[in-house]
C-alpha cells in the first residue's frame, strides 16, 4: 500500500479522537455497551446473543441501553461501524510510516493480527458474525474490504500497464485473508494467525507482482516470524 | 407406479441437480411409492430448501419451520432425518460441496486431452453456480459459530479444490507451489464468489471465468511470463 494512499485513507476514516475531549458518563457507558454487543456476539454468535447478555458484560441497565440504541441489531450495526473504523485506522498508521508497498502490506498485516490475537471475540464479531447479521453492519463490511481493496490496488502505479494484474485482484486477496482470519477464528484459535502470515504475504504480493515477488515476500514474513519468536523467548527466559 | 427419476443413483442426480427441478410434492393419496423412495425423497428436498431457506433468511433468521416448509414436509419429518437445523446444514453443504467438486474434476477431465483444464474447470465451477445461486450461496459463505462441523467440511472442500489446482497447474511447475498457498487461493476464490453471488445476477458469474483463472495463475507466473502473457 502506497504511503500517499494510506494517508489519505486515514484522512477519510471518521474515527474521533478521545483524546481532545474526556468521554462524558453517557457516552462512556455507551461505549462500553457496544464494546460488550461485540464481545457478546463473538462470544455466543449472533443468534444466541441477548441484550441481557450485553449488559451483564458492560455492567449498564436495560433503560440505559434502550436510550442509547432502538434494539440489539440497532447496537451491533453502531457498534460495528465504529469499531471497524477504528481497525481501518490502526491497521494504516503502520502502513503510513512502511518504507514500500510490500513493507506497507507486512505491517497492515501485523498489526491485524496483533488485533485478532488480543481481541479474538470481538474479531469474530467484525469478521464472522457480521456475515449472519447482515444489514448495516454488513454494509459497513464491505465498504471496509473495498477500502482496503483499493489500497492495495495502489501497486499499480508500479506496474506496467500491459502487465497489470485483473482488476478484482485486491477485492481477490483481501477476501483471502478474511478468510484465513475466519477460520483460525472459527476453529477458537486465534493465536495459530500467525503461521499464515508467509503465506498470506506471498498471496497479497503474489497476486500482483507474480512468483519470484511472492516468494520473497513469505520469506521475509517468515524472517520476521522467527525473530518474533527468538525474542520472545529470550524475554521468558 | 409412479416415475420418481429424481431419486435414481444416475449421475447429475441430487439435491441441486441442474435441469429438472426436483418435484416439490409427492402425489398425494396412496401412491404406491416404496416408503425408503418416499423417504429418501423427502431428504433430497429438505437439503434443497435448506440452502435455499439460507439464501432467503440469512444465517440469523432460518429456523427448521422455513425449510420444512419449503420441501413441502412437517416439522416432525423434519426432525426424523435431523436432529437439528445444524445437521441438515452439514448434510446440505456436503450435498453442495460433492456436487461442486464432481462438476468440476469432469470438466478437467474432459479438458485435459487438449484444453485448459484450470480455466475449464473454473467455468464448470461457475456455471453451476449460476444455475444453482443457493448451492453457490451455501458452499462459498462462512461457516455460523453454532454449525461447528460445518467449518470442517469447509476446510475439506477447499483441499479438495486445491488438490485439483495442482493437478491443473502445479505438477507442471519445476519449483511447486506450497500447498497452504493453494488452499489460501481456493479460499480467496470463495469469498471471492461469494460477493459475487450476493451482490451480481448469479448468471453473470459466468463471466468472471477468464478473470478468475488469471487470478489464480498470477503468483505461478514469473515476470518474464507476466510480462509475455498480453
Redesign the interface.
Known amino acids: 500500500m502506497r504511503q500517499e494512499a494510506c494517508a489519505a485513507a486515514r484522512e477519510a476514516l471518521p474515527v474521533e479522537s478521545t483524546e481532545v475531549n474526556a468521554p462524558t458518563p453517557d457516552a462512556t457507558i455507551r461505549e462500553g455497551e457496544m464494546e460488550g454487543v461485540l464481545h457478546v456476539v463473538g462470544e ?5 446473543a441477548s441484550v441481557r447478555a450485553v449488559l451483564e458484560y458492560s455492567g449498564g441497565h436495560r433503560k440505559q441501553f434502550y436510550g442509547h440504541f432502538d434494539s440489539l441489531e440497532d447496537c451491533f450495526a453502531q457498534a460495528y461501524e465504529a469499531w471497524i473504523d477504528r481497525l481501518g485506522v490502526s491497521l494504516l498508521e503502520p502502513a503510513i510510516t512502511a518504507p514500500n508497498w510490500q513493507a506497507s502490506v507486512q505491517a497492515g498485516l501485523v498489526k491485524l493480527f496483533e488485533f485478532v490475537d488480543e481481541r479474538p471475540a470481538i474479531a ?1 464479531s467484525l469478521f ?2 457480521v ?4 444489514g448495516a453492519a454488513l454494509t459497513k463490511h ?1 465498504e471496509a ?1 473495498d477500502r482496503l481493496a483499493g489500497l492495495l490496488d495502489s501497486v499499480r502505479t508500479e506496474i ?1 500497464p ?2 497489470a ?5 485486491g ?3 483481501v ?6 482470519l ?2 483460525a477464528l ?2 477458537g484459535e486465534a493465536n495459530r494467525i500467525w503461521d ?1 502470515l508467509p ?2 504475504m ?2 497479497a504480493v ?3 507482482l ?3 515477488a ?1 516468494e520473497a515476500a ?1 520469506e521475509e514474513a517468515k524472517e520476521l516470524l522467527a525473530r518474533g519468536r527468538a525474542e520472545l523467548n529470550e524475554g521468558s527466559r | 407406479m409412479t416415475e420418481l427419476r429424481l431419486i435414481t443413483p444416475e449421475a447429475k442426480e441430487g439435491p441441486f441437480s441442474a435441469g429438472t427441478p426436483l418435484p416439490r410434492r409427492l402425489p398425494p393419496g396412496r401412491h404406491g411409492i416404496p416408503s425408503n423412495l418416499v423417504r429418501e425423497h423427502q431428504r433430497l428436498r429438505l437439503l434443497a430448501a435448506m440452502a435455499e431457506a439460507v439464501g432467503d433468511h440469512g444465517y440469523a433468521n432460518v429456523t427448521t419451520t422455513h425449510v420444512s416448509e419449503r420441501a413441502n414436509v412437517s416439522t416432525s419429518t423434519f426432525y426424523k432425518h435431523f436432529g437439528n437445523l445444524w445437521d441438515c446444514l452439514l448434510a446440505a453443504y456436503v450435498a453442495a460441496a460433492d456436487q461442486l467438486c464432481e462438476t468440476i474434476e469432469a470438466a478437467c477431465v474432459e479438458a485435459e486431452a487438449g484444453g485448459d483444464s484450470l480455466a475449464e474447470g473454473i467455468r464448470a465451477g461457475l456455471d453451476l453456480f449460476a444455475t444453482e445461486p443457493a448451492l453457490g450461496r451455501l458452499v462459498c459463505a462462512q461457516a455460523p459459530r453454532e454449525a461447528t462441523a460445518l467449518g470442517a467440511a469447509r476446510r475439506l472442500l477447499i483441499s479438495r479444490l486445491a488438490a485439483m489446482l495442482r493437478r491443473a497447474r502445479g505438477d507442471k511447475e519445476e519449483r511447486p507451489q506450497p500447498h497452504r498457498l493453494d488452499e489460501r487461493l481456493i479460499d480467496a476464490t470463495l469469498a471471492f464468489l461469494h460477493t459475487r453471488l450476493a451482490g451480481d445476477d448469479p448468471e453473470r458469474l459466468t463471466s468472471l471465468a477468464s478473470e478468475l483463472a488469471a487470478i489464480l495463475d498470477r503468483p505461478r507466473l514469473g515476470g518474464a511470463a507476466i510480462a509475455g502473457q498480453r
Open positions: 455466543l454468535g449472533f443468534r444466541g469474530r464472522i458474525e456475515q449472519i447479521a447482515g464491505d474490504v506496467e500491459d502487465q494484474p485483473p482488476a478484482s485482484t477485492i481477490f486477496v477476501g483471502g485473508i478474511e478468510a484465513c475466519c477460520d472459527a476453529a499464515a503465506e498470506l506471498h498471496l503474489g497476486s500482483y507474480g512468483k519470484e511472492g513469505s
